[in-house]
């Protein structure tokens, strides 16, 4: 089970970090994963780091340099600072994990096990 939390009203240009708290299975092998999605639209992949060892991160180029994917193996969670906040980062923030970690990390389909999201919204 995936928990996240953290999310809510922001002004352009604040910071907030997510979190996401998982419970029960972890795939050791696996990837952890950001994605954000907005009514009527996809999925849309944010960023993903490695359950193991934290080494293999990745990004979006929309939010590379400004968001950074963390994890707490001890508290069993991972983190998504966000810096630099834009209207355009308004989405919910969902937290994933998939069984290995793919070469198509990016595809929402990868991924096993979702949390139900946290709400960001970004004013202008």
């Known amino acids: 089970q995936l928990m996240e939390s953290g999310g809510g009203l922001m002004q352009a240009g604040d910071s907030l970090r997510l979190s996401c708290e998982v419970s029960g299975h972890i795939f050791e092998t696996g990837a952890m994963a950001w994605f954000r999605q907005t009514p009527g639209e996809e999925r849309e992949f944010v960023a993903a780091t490695d359950w193991s060892t934290g080494r293999r991160q990745h990004y979006s180029d929309s939010v590379k340099d400004r968001f950074t994917i963390s994890k707490d193996n001890a508290k069993n969670a991972i983190y998504l600072q966000v810096d630099s906040l834009r209207p355009e980062d308004t989405a919910v923030y969902l937290c994933?994990?998939?069984?290995?970690?793919?070469?198509?990390?990016?595809?929402?389909?990868?991924?096993?096990?979702w949390g139900q999201g946290t709400q960001v919204f970004v004013a202008s």
């Open positions: 994933a994990t998939s069984q290995f970690f793919y070469t198509d990390y990016t595809s929402p389909a990868r991924y096993t096990y």
